[in-house]
T-cell receptor, first 112, second 112 residues
Framework: GAGVSQSPRYKVAKRGQDVALRCDPI?????LFWYQQALGQGPEFLTYFQNEAQLDKSGLPSDRFFAERPEGSVSTLKIQRTQQEDSAVYLCASSQTGGGYTFGSGTRLTVV | GESVGLHLPTLSVQEGDNSIINCAYSNSASDYFIWYKQESGKGPQFIIDIRSNMDKRQGQRVTVLLNKTVKHLSLQIAATQPGDSAVYFC???????????FGAGTTVTVRA
């Protein structure tokens, strides 16, 4: 597609519920990133994929967070047993090797 | 209008005036810097970038200045327009890395 597509745009989850956030990167982009943006803050790195390989997951805040990109294109960020502190905008970005990032519009997660 | 000093969270500017947004970066090893614009409900959008071997770069109505001695970056917007109202983030990265590190952001409001 023309840009990075994320779904859903908004998600309200009850505390303890599992959620799955989807990212469709730009076709052909090798690199894919997930960032978390708390209200009023800059995005914070979560994890990085090169094709299907997850090369860095150092930013994932706990073992409740899990990301995958099984075929090297679409990626899913899963959060198990959501907590209120997980409320944030989750941004996906993709890039070609050595190229600039293109961000999606994000998924706003609210845990109630 | 100018965000004086290292960083101010908000900047109010009269339409048609020039805006200056400042950013202090933290990593002296960073050699690539990017300014992003983020409108409400959207992901960060690339504005302009600069590498550490330069101290100034101009785009359309925007100029980025880099002072490596004091680890300071600024974004100048000429003839600010209502469509420039947004949150602006500076981001830094080192060439052999892939993680963008974002500042906290400055909210620019353009007064008609």
């Amino acid at each position: 597609g023309a840009g990075v597509s994320q779904s859903p745009r908004y998600k309200v989850a009850k505390r303890g519920q599992d959620v799955a956030l989807r990212c469709d990167p730009i076709s052909g982009h090798v690199s894919l990133f997930w960032y978390q943006q708390a209200l009023g803050q800059g995005p914070e790195f979560l994890t990085y994929f090169q094709n299907e390989a997850q090369l860095d997951k150092s930013g994932l805040p706990s073992d409740r967070f899990f990301a995958e990109r099984p075929e090297g294109s679409v990626s899913t960020l899963k959060i198990q047993r959501t907590q209120q502190e997980d409320s944030a905008v989750y941004l996906c970005a993709s890039s070609q090797t050595g190229g600039g990032y293109t961000f999606g519009s994000g998924t706003r997660l609210t845990v109630v | 209008g100018e965000s004086v000093g290292l960083h101010l969270p908000t900047l109010s500017v009269q339409e048609g005036d020039n805006s200056i947004i400042n950013c202090a970066y933290s990593n002296s090893a960073s050699d690539y810097f990017i300014w992003y614009k983020q409108e409400s409900g959207k992901g960060p959008q690339f504005i302009i970038d600069i590498r550490s071997n330069m101290d100034k770069r101009q785009g359309q109505r925007v100029t980025v200045l880099l002072n490596k001695t004091v680890k300071h970056l600024s974004l100048q917007i000429a003839a600010t327009q209502p469509g420039d109202s947004a949150v602006y983030f500076c981001a830094e990265i080192t060439t052999n890395d892939y993680k963008l590190s974002f500042g906290a952001g400055t909210t620019v409001t353009v007064r008609a």
